[in-house]
T-cell receptor, first 119, second 114 residues
């Protein structure tokens, strides 16, 4: 299957600072990437859909100014948590949709995830 | 919005035995895709198996197979010859043929007993 890489896997930052998480599709071009947040022992919560060359589409309740998403190329999307606070501490996962039609083009592959701790 | 329900928060299976994880979904669409993803302790989500709704034949991937019942809107995952490495959280997911979003169930935590 397609490979998606996410970096960093773990990051600790001070309250009030910003942190950037990168999501890369390594062996395919992803026109669409997704960013999720996962709380302990819970399912994935979609934060936003990132489309290459256009603004991200945020889910209701997700602060656009706090969670900045940039999809500048077909292989890279970034999530920047601005002015981070301890309540932003969580596990963030990206995924990318493989191009194509049918099942192939409708499957998403996930990055390894990033643990963010805000102290 | 479509909903995906996994009614078994936790399941356990003896090593080498077979276990079935259940998933139901709610949709008014006829064309869609269904997936099972596995999330081991490493937390990376791994695609286990996928099914196109227009295909009547159940998908299989080695020890993993599904029982897709379109009329009943049911999509269960069968794991045969369970191995210790199968221990993980399993998420059922739905994707419409239109629109971008995936809908995930709440997950089933599978324990494999040696």
């Amino acid at each position: 299957g397609a490979v998606v890489s996410q970096h960093p896997s773990r990051v600790i930052c001070k309250s009030g600072t910003s942190v950037k998480i990168e999501c890369r599709s390594l062996d395919f071009q992803a026109t669409t990437m997704f960013w999720y947040r996962q709380f302990p022992k819970q399912s994935l919560m979609l934060m936003a859909t990132s489309n290459e060359g256009s603004k991200a589409t945020y889910e209701q309740g997700v602060e656009k100014d706090k969670f900045l998403i940039n999809h500048a190329s077909l292989t890279l999307s970034t999530l920047t948590v601005t002015s981070a606070h301890p309540e932003d501490s969580s596990f963030y996962i990206c995924s990318a949709r493989e191009p194509g039609t049918g099942a192939t083009g409708n499957t998403i592959y996930f990055g390894e995830g990033s643990w963010l701790t805000v102290v | 919005a479509q909903t995906v329900t996994q009614s078994q928060p936790e399941m356990s299976v003896q090593e080498a035995e077979t276990v079935t994880l259940s998933c139901t979904y709610d949709t008014s669409e006829s064309d869609y895709y269904l997936f099972w993803y596995k999330q081991p302790p490493s937390r990376q989500m791994i695609l286990v198996i996928r099914q196109e709704a227009y295909k009547q034949q159940n998908a299989t991937e080695n020890r993993f197979s599904v029982n897709f019942q379109k009329a009943a809107k049911s999509f269960s995952l069968k794991i045969s010859d369970s191995q210790l490495g199968d221990a993980a959280m399993y998420f059922c997911a739905y994707r419409s043929n239109t629109g971008n979003q995936f809908y995930f169930g709440t997950g089933t935590s599978l324990t494999v007993i040696p």
